[in-house]
């Protein structure tokens, strides 16, 4: 064993004892490290400069209660996160997710992530996440609001334009972003736009950032494809999730040719073998914030079948996994195979199982990682950020032209690294050893605390 595969050993035989109870956290620094030997072992400087332990460790986590009362008065406490995970090239970036499922490993996991997705858009921000196991499925506004405000009555002693700016991810939409910019605002007498993105245009948003991770994703679809002298026109694309990602992904790959023809939420999934009407998909969830099911309502050809994995039975050429980690195991990949897919590209974060990801890759099916595929999010939230410093609007196709050029620049840094290295089509190492450089050179130039 090489020294550099003995550290990322050590490292990771450490991790898993002290992350024992954090398996989606395992999951993403396993497959990052095991990239990384092969850098190590041109860079002995990484090494002596502990940069792989260092880097799995994150600067700082808060853990927080939160708590609110309903619209019958009964008080109820939840737990809010903070992970701030690396902040060696800018302020720690990345969302925050209000589900119940979320815990400190899932968190730890989401920022971890983004320490290299982040480094591989070219923008200056690091990485963290947070968030909270609140559900705001089913709440009404005024308890979504209360709780937001008590969520950031912490918070904001945390966060800041040049120290730590959340966004949304999973629960947290336009209107959690309000709520919690505007509590913010009161708490600390100042306009400072900067410290969340994700918000309305009226108080600093950005155009274009509501579509910037559906729309991303499918960029990098098409430099896949093009890459191979192929593209989205007249795919059959099958597109898991119901949300934000799912619904801006849709609507781009239908510009571009393809027919999208299944979507999911957590109960079940909706097949259209005549292609996805976006507009009912958003009337249901965006408006009505009602369940995919209610689709076939209105279109009778289409079908409803309860089970939200089973959409990785449905055949097409293209899978785009936009709801949850962990969503296609051994066995859906396996199936997808069967059905002849030919490329599938990750819209949420580590929606695939390492088994997953294998098949795949022994199949020589396309494959593009989450923090690749789906950087366009956080790449925008960066414009958006740019756009507070300068106290400037860019217009939606100014906003949409940079993030389709970061799209494409982003696929041929982990495309070309990944050839580099000797895994040529291999855009899960071509990511990570890409994301890891620009951040491990950094670490070491500016020392070791
Ligand atoms: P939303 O909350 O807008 O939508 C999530 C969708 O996925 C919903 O349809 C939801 O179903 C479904 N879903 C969520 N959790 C589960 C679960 N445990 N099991 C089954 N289905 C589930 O979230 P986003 O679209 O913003 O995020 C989706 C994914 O994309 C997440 O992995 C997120 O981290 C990732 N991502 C998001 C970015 C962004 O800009 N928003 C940026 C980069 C990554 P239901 O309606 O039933 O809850």
């Known amino acids: 064993m090489s020294r550099a595969e003995q550290v990322c050993k050590e490292v990771m035989d450490k991790l898993q004892i002290k992350s024992k109870h954090e398996p989606e956290f395992l999951q993403a ?59 060696a090239i800018g302020p720690y970036k990345g969302g925050m997710r209000f589900h119940p499922s979320v815990n400190l490993g899932i968190i730890k996991f989401l920022g971890f992530e983004q320490i290299f997705k982040n480094s591989l858009t070219g923008l200056p921000i690091g990485g963290g996440k947070g968030g909270s196991d609140f559900d705001p499925k089913g709440k009404s506004d005024a308890e979504v609001m209360r709780f937001c405000q008590n969520f950031m009555m912490e918070l904001y002693r945390h966060i800041g334009q040049f ?103 957590s109960n079940g999934f909706i097949h259209d073998p005549d292609g996805i009407v976006l507009d009912s998909v ?79 890759h022994d199949n020589k099916i396309m494959f593009g990682p989450a923090k690749a595929a789906n950087a366009g999010g956080v790449a925008t939230s960066a414009l958006e950020m740019t756009q507070n410093s300068m106290r400037l609007h860019w217009t939606f196709d100014e906003v949409d032209q940079k993030l389709k050029q970061i799209m494409a620049d982003i696929y041929k840094r982990a495309s070309s690294t990944a050839e580099e290295y000797g895994y040529k089509d291999n855009l899960v190492k071509g990511a990570n050893i890409a994301g890891f450089l620009k951040v491990a050179n950094t670490m070491l130039a500016q020392g070791v605390f």
């Open 29 to 87: 620094a396993e497959e990052v490290v095991e990239s990384l030997a092969p850098v190590l072992e041109h860079h002995p400087e990484f090494l002596d400069a502990g940069i792989i332990e260092r880097l799995v460790e994150p600067e700082r986590c808060i853990v927080f209660k939160v708590t609110w009362m309903d619209d019958q008065h009964k008080v109820h406490v939840n737990r809010g996160f903070r992970v701030q995970f690396n902040s």
């Open 163 to 265: 120290l730590d700016v959340p966004a949304g991810d999973t629960g947290v939409g336009a209107r959690e972003i309000g709520y919690l910019y505007g509590i913010y605002k009161k708490i600390r007498n100042t306009f400072e736009a900067g410290v969340l993105t994700g918000k309305g245009l009226t108080y600093g948003g950005s155009l274009a950032r509501k579509q910037a991770t559906g729309y991303g994703l499918l960029y990098f679809v098409d430099e896949m494809l093009k890459d191979k002298g192929m593209s989205i026109r007249g795919k059959e694309i099958i597109v898991s999730g119901s949300g934000n990602v799912a619904i801006y992904a849709t609507e781009k790959a239908q510009e571009l040719g393809g027919k999208v023809v299944a979507l999911s939420d």
């Open 282 to 360: 958003r009337q249901i969830k965006e408006i009505e914030r009602g369940r995919i099911s209610e689709y076939v309502k209105h279109h009778p050809n289409a079908t409803y079948q309860e089970g939200w994995k089973n959409i990785w039975g449905v055949k097409a050429d293209i899978a785009l996994p936009c709801a949850t980690e962990n969503e296609i195991n051994e066995d859906w990949a396996k199936k997808l195979v069967e059905n002849g897919v030919i490329l599938v590209a990750e819209g949420a974060n580590m929606p695939s199982s390492p088994e997953a990801i294998k098949i795949f």
